[in-house]
């Protein structure tokens, strides 16, 4: 069975969260407190975590620092904030996904179902498929619809973070430091040209993008 650790300090989320999750066949444990969550994570091994940022003791970015510094498993964050920054500060110390409250059970379930799929490890030589094209990681080639794609080296940087980290969003600020330096952290135009030309090779509709997603104002992410 899948376990889940459950973060949040408000009852009738985490009872909601149990009686779904138990429906569907997942264990669950729940933490009220940033202390309590890295207890449970130490001693019963969740294989993933949906963690809220407003903890009593301590924020919940302090928790993802203090998981991430030996676990790996997916941590999709719930939080009522709305704020790009902070979503982009969860991400940046380790967060795979964020939702915002008041979320549906159902988009949530399904993020979650999404993140356990992707835990495992990605072959450094495999080769991601779409519907549209495929990216072959070791040999630095995309392929669409039998014929190369000709990427510049900026667009394939682009869309090795992206595809590396499938399904998961990336922060703008990840982005552009990876690809262009730290002094670029702020250049958000230079992303939103290069995605635009991405989408242009990539996409069978690049207005209404199927795997380069956007999340406004904090990152992107790849879905196949």
Do not use: C
């Not at 835990?119 to 991601?128: G, I, T």
């Amino acid at each position: 069975m899948t376990r889940v650790l459950v973060v949040d300090d408000e009852p009738q989320i985490v009872r909601a969260l149990r009686i779904n999750l138990k429906a569907r066949g997942y264990e669950v444990d729940a933490a009220p407190d940033g202390r309590t969550a890295l207890d449970l994570a130490a001693r019963r091994h969740p294989d993933v975590i949906l963690l809220d940022l407003g903890l009593p003791d301590m924020d919940g970015t302090e928790v993802i620092r203090g998981l991430r510094g030996w676990l790996t498993v997916p941590i999709i964050v719930l939080s009522a904030r709305q704020e790009s920054d902070d979503k982009v500060e969860a991400l940046d110390v380790g967060a795979d996904d964020y939702v915002t409250k008041p979320f549906g059970m159902a988009e949530l379930l399904a993020r979650l179902r999404a993140a356990v799929r992707r835990s495992a490890p990605v072959e450094e030589a495999a080769v991601v498929r779409t519907d549209a094209f495929s990216v072959d990681l070791a040999a630095k080639r995309v392929e669409r619809n039998g014929a190369d794609v000709r990427l510049t080296p900026t667009e394939w940087h682009i869309l090795e973070l992206l595809v590396r980290n499938a399904g998961r969003l990336v922060s703008q600020q990840q982005l552009l430091q990876e690809v262009w330096g730290p002094s670029y952290a702020k250049e958000t135009n230079y992303l939103r040209v290069y995605m635009a030309q991405l989408r242009r090779k990539l996409e069978d509709d690049p207005s209404h993008p199927r795997y380069l997603i956007t999340a406004p104002g904090i990152g992107y992410r790849f879905e196949a």
